[in-house]
């Protein structure tokens, strides 16, 4: 047991240690140092008379008469007291950590039990409980802070300040080391408040700082103002802030930087947020890309004003692209308006985004800001009295291509990317219902007159199925598929006949098409069939129905071709004609001339296509007239054969070309469907989200609708409220007796 006469020798030579390691002293040997542990556990062991109290306050004695020193010290040379301090608070620091480890006994005896409130901590004194000890750590940084921080505090701070503006006005961005342990001390003489671990640090040090910065920098922005145009107050500004940010990681504690930074960018950037915002348009307009690229940097931390730039340079995307696209409208050769409609909005669409992704690094802000200025472009109706003619021209478009790929223009690997290019502007599209009202008729004459490749004709409906969705498709995908089917039908009907030793003659190849899924209508005009088909046709009438029972079959005859072999000359050709321009040719297989009367009484046809056959067999020089037909015929003109017919081609067709007016009632027509389409549509989704839901707010059923219809077209919000009334006056929805603006489902 240890007397106070041994703890008095144990402490002179525990003392000696101490002042080593807080002096930052080397130990003579690690003996020493291993024997001071075991003072230290002597000395906490000590009964019955406790010990431990005395070292403790000769410890707290020690520490202060250290401190002391170092106070006075620093106070005896104040030129250099940032320097004096920071030294003294490294060596300090460490030292105190040290004696933390050496006094891990009594921690672990005194402090951590009654921190914890251990139950099974047993007392060596009762009155223990009147003396509340910190950890040695704890106990030297509060030395500090008492002797060193709070007395000297304001000067060292000071001079930091006065270093830091010194630093700022400088050439270059540096940190001088010192210095920068002075904050550093005020968060780390702290460590074991748990509770407000950076007030000391706040208190001291960050406010004053973030004044100072303050004043500096709101006073350096006024100069630089009056100095600089936009461009060049930018780039300043950018090294400004880089170095800041720079010191900023020395001096100031983690959680400081964003209130620095915020202050930094308030006195540069948003004090004078109108001057950039003004250069920013001028930039956009001017196309300045390095200067956009600092005004991105200077704007992306506040998204407001980030915002901002984002939507003029929407506004500028969209003005330009509307422009260049005026003319590209008023063409009126539609392959060539189509393919330069796609081509501008593609260039449109790959600069914007070639920018952002260059200068914005894809900003999401930017990504969204670009994608409704190429929706506007798209969508803009370049004349006003009509709808946008986008769906038109991008069908048209995908059209000239599948059908060039076929021809052999273009390879199958560039169509396939230009038609990938076109499912990019057709994203953009709003009335995509418009498109594939124009896309399944141009895909029914593609797949009937065999004008496309099958294989990019898949592909293309697996690329419109990605971006709208099975429902859009499903009868562009029927079409596809009776054409693939009936090329089994034609197969096993000439197989039939074969086997029976009666080949069809002439050999037919049959579409069966399902009425639902094509955009064709049954003709209204008398015809009769030529003699040479009637037996073909009947047989294949009685080869379906058998095998297909229910079934009828209805004959679209002028929509059919006849491959013929023509021999007016020596020379013979193969000419493709319709079925109406076949019936014309046969009569003349036993005459040299008719008169329109006579082909009329003989293939029962009506005038106006009996006009459109003969004009187009005379313009192929099939045929030959006196008379010109190119505008009207009567029953008296006679049409003979063409008995000098030559042409280069040996294989050829005679198509009917379609009048600009013709096509404009048929464009006018299928627009019209659209419209009751989306009628229908409408009533249809509402009752759908009505039946789900049985109570709907008016609100959220109007939002609803948008989101359904979206992939399909944009309905106007009146349009919508006009399908509610026709539901409520149908008795499908009734409003709800007490709740306003409320609608329910009637089962």
């Not at 640090?201 to 973030?210: A, D, R, S, T, V």
């Not at 009533?683 to 959220?700: L, P, T």
Request: with cysteine.
């Amino acid at each position: 047991m240890m007397q106070t006469e041994q703890f008095n020798e144990t402490w002179g030579r525990l003392s000696k240690t101490i002042t080593h390691v807080i002096k930052g002293i080397p130990i003579a040997s690690h003996t020493e140092w291993t024997n001071s542990f075991l003072d230290v556990y002597k000395i906490c062991i000590a009964y019955p008379v406790p010990l431990h109290r005395d070292m403790y306050k000769n410890l707290e004695t020690l520490l202060t008469a250290h401190t002391m020193e170092i106070y006075e010290e620093a106070l005896s040379n104040e030129d250099k007291i940032v320097q004096k301090y920071a030294r003294s608070w490294k060596t300090f620091n460490e030292g105190a950590k040290s004696l933390n480890l050496l006094f891990g006994h009594f921690n672990d005896l005194f402090v951590v039990p009654v921190k914890q409130r251990d139950p099974d901590f047993i007392r060596i004194s009762e009155d223990d409980h009147l003396q509340v000890y910190k950890e040695i750590e704890q106990l030297a940084l509060d030395t500090w802070k008492k002797i060193m921080i709070e007395p000297l505090g304001e000067r060292l701070v000071g001079a930091v300040l006065s270093e830091i503006t010194a630093v700022r006005r400088g050439p270059k961005a540096k940190v001088i080391a010192a210095s920068s342990e002075i904050p550093k001390s005020f968060v780390s003489v702290e460590r074991f408040n748990l509770k407000l671990p950076h007030e000391l640090y706040e208190n001291m040090f960050e406010k004053p700082f973030l004044k100072e910065t303050d004043a500096y920098y709101k006073a350096e922005a006024e100069k630089l103002l009056g100095n600089c145009t936009c461009s060049e107050y930018m780039k300043q500004i950018l090294e400004l802030k880089a170095d800041e940010e720079f010191r900023s990681k020395s001096y100031l504690d983690g959680h400081s930087f964003r209130k620095a930074a915020k202050c930094v960018q308030q006195r540069l950037i948003f004090d004078h947020i109108t001057f950039l915002q003004t250069g920013c348009i001028d930039m956009i307009k001017t196309n300045q890309q390095e200067d956009l690229f600092h005004m991105y940097l200077l704007l992306r931390s506040d998204s407001t004003y980030l915002r901002y730039m984002s939507e003029e340079l929407q506004k500028h995307v969209s003005a330009k692209g509307i422009q260049t696209l005026t003319n590209v409208a008023a063409e009126t050769n539609n392959n060539n308006s189509a393919t330069l409609f796609v081509k501008h909005v593609l260039e449109v669409y790959d600069e914007s985004k070639k920018l952002i992704k260059d200068l914005f690094n894809s900003d999401n802000v930017f990504e969204i800001a670009i994608d409704r200025a190429i929706n506007e472009i798209v969508n803009h109706r370049y004349d006003k009295d009509k709808p946008s003619r986008s769906p038109d021209l991008v069908c048209k478009y995908c059209d000239w291509i599948l059908k060039s790929s076929h021809k052999g223009k273009i390879t199958q690997e560039e169509a396939q990317k230009e038609l990938e290019r076109a499912i990019t502007v057709f994203r953009y599209i709003e009335d995509k219902d418009v498109f594939q009202r124009f896309y399944s008729r141009s895909l029914a004459k593609r797949l009937l007159n065999q004008s496309s490749q099958q294989d990019l004709e898949s592909e293309m409906i697996k690329e419109l199925r990605i971006v709208c969705g099975y429902e859009f498709i499903s009868k562009l995908q029927c079409m596809y598929q009776d054409v693939r089917t009936s090329e089994g039908h034609t197969r096993k009907f000439n197989e039939n006949f074969a086997a029976k030793g009666e080949p069809v003659d002439p050999h037919l190849t049959v579409n069966v098409l399902q009425t639902g899924a094509w955009p064709l209508l049954e003709p209204q005009t008398t015809f009769n069939l030529p003699d040479v088909l009637t037996r073909s046709f009947g047989e294949f009438c009685t080869f379906y129905k058998t095998n297909n029972k229910g079934k009828s079959l209805s004959w679209l005859h002028h929509l059919s071709t006849a491959e013929v072999k023509m021999q007016v000359t020596p020379k013979t050709y193969h000419v493709t004609l319709s079925t109406f321009q076949l019936s014309i040719v046969l009569l003349f297989n036993h005459t040299d001339q008719l008169s329109v009367s006579d082909i009329s009484k003989a293939t029962a046809l009506p005038m106006k296509e009996i006009h459109q056959n003969l004009n187009a067999l005379v313009n192929a020089e099939i045929l030959k007239c006196q008379a010109d037909i190119s505008k009207e015929v009567n029953d008296a003109v006679v049409v003979c054969i063409n008995e000098n017919f030559h042409n280069k081609r040996t294989r050829f067709r005679v198509a009917v070309q379609q009048s600009t007016k013709e096509q404009h009632i048929e464009t006018t027509k299928a627009r019209a469907s659209v419209e009751v389409d989306r009628k229908l549509y409408l009533r249809a989704a509402i009752a759908r989200i009505m039946k789900s839901k049985r109570e709907c707010q008016h609100n959220d059923l109007i939002q609803e609708v948008l989101t359904t219809s979206r992939g399909r077209f944009t309905p106007g919000i009146q349009l919508i409220k006009l399908t509610i009334e026709y539901l409520i006056d149908k008795t499908y929805l009734e409003r709800h007796p007490d709740k306003k603006d409320t609608y329910l489902y009637v089962a």
